[in-house]
């Protein structure tokens, strides 16, 4: 199971969340947030703890501060060193709103960390969760390259010389957009592959190496419509050489072949390559035609019982013409 320190979470979004420790400031690194769902401690607060979640982050809004008031300050304490017993990786207060002294006196003593901010409660869950649910996915990186043609996200991969480079650069220039090259970052969300550039810095991304010629910096020799950050990837092309397939390829387009990158199957297609092979405008027929398939248009489908139906109304044909007809 994927986790990230509670300090991870601080550095990354300390800023933008104007996130400031309340206690506990020790225990950062060492609590461990393993999932993206979030807890309000309403009920637990009430008494009932039959359903609490102790791996979820808790949120404590004024809502909760509200109920608090209400209660004798003995039962309120109580019910807080209850909540506090039964653990979680860290809990955050939102709107900047000031907790009671036994809150930080049950997190010394259960080495919990608390933090607060100054943004309203469901705001910032949604914030958080996000943010969350992309450092705790399912990561993997693939040898490729990703392009985004025609709104969707093509990952060409194959060995090492088939041209991938060279094809998205060509995809480049007849306007579509460039994702990543060589070592692409795969992030499963939910049911669905997100791919970007491995590299860190900013700078480096959105190069391309072409054989003989180097790095080249899409960015800036195509400009910032040429490129984008992330992209769905929704179809796999793999390019691989003539004599590799030995005639094992689709030739009418009925079988669907996938790929299974982490748990999610993606669409494969094999493009044998010859000499002069115009594999640029190849891959923007089947992102086209995997536009019309998601709109329930299925060309070979049709196709293929069209000509059943055809040939099963078949005639036997004629020894001979009366005439001849062009």
């Not at 036994?102 to 309203?120: D, N, Q, V």
């Not at 060509?170 to 460039?178: A, M, N, Q, T, V």
Request: glycine content about 8%; hydrophobic content about 40%; proline content about 4%.
């Amino acid at each position: 199971m994927k986790t990230i320190a509670v300090e991870t979470l601080f550095k990354d979004k300390k800023e933008e969340f104007s996130l400031e420790i309340v206690a506990g400031e020790k225990f950062l690194r060492d609590q461990k947030i393993s999932t993206y769902d979030i807890f309000r401690p309403g009920l637990a607060l009430a008494g009932y703890t039959g359903r609490f979640l102790s791996e979820r982050v808790i949120i404590i809004g004024e809502t909760e501060i509200a109920y608090l008031k209400t209660l004798p300050k003995h039962l309120a304490n109580r019910r807080i060193a209850t909540v506090m017993r039964l653990g979680t990786p860290c809990i955050i207060v939102a709107k900047k709103l000031n907790l009671s002294d036994k809150f930080k006196e049950e997190a010394k003593r259960r080495k919990i960390p608390i933090l607060r901010t100054p943004m309203s409660t469901t705001p910032f869950i949604h914030k958080l969760s996000t943010y969350l649910e992309y450092k705790l996915a399912t990561k993997r990186f693939v040898q490729g390259t990703l392009v985004d043609i025609y709104g969707v996200g093509v990952l060409f991969v194959g060995k090492p010389g088939t041209g991938k480079s060279e094809c998205a650069l060509d995809l480049i220039e007849r306007g579509h957009r460039f994702v990543a090259d060589d070592l692409v970052k795969i992030v499963q969300r939910g049911d669905i592959l997100v791919g970007s550039g491995a590299e860190k810095s900013p700078r480096l991304k959105h190069h391309i190496e072409v054989r003989g010629v180097g790095l080249v910096d899409i960015f800036r020799i195509f400009g910032v419509k040429s490129v984008r950050l992330r992209k769905r990837i929704e179809i796999i092309l793999e390019l691989v050489l003539w004599d590799e397939v030995k005639g094992d390829f689709e030739r009418v387009g009925i079988e669907a072949k996938t790929r299974k990158i982490l748990d999610i199957e993606i669409p494969r297609i094999v493009i044998p390559l010859t000499p002069g092979k115009n594999v640029s405008v190849i891959a923007e027929v089947v992102a086209m035609n995997y536009l019309l398939k998601l709109r329930g248009i299925h060309p070979a489908e049709e196709y293929n019982e069209e000509l059943k139906r055809i040939l099963a109304q078949m005639e036997s044909p004629s020894s001979h013409y009366d005439e001849e007809i062009e």
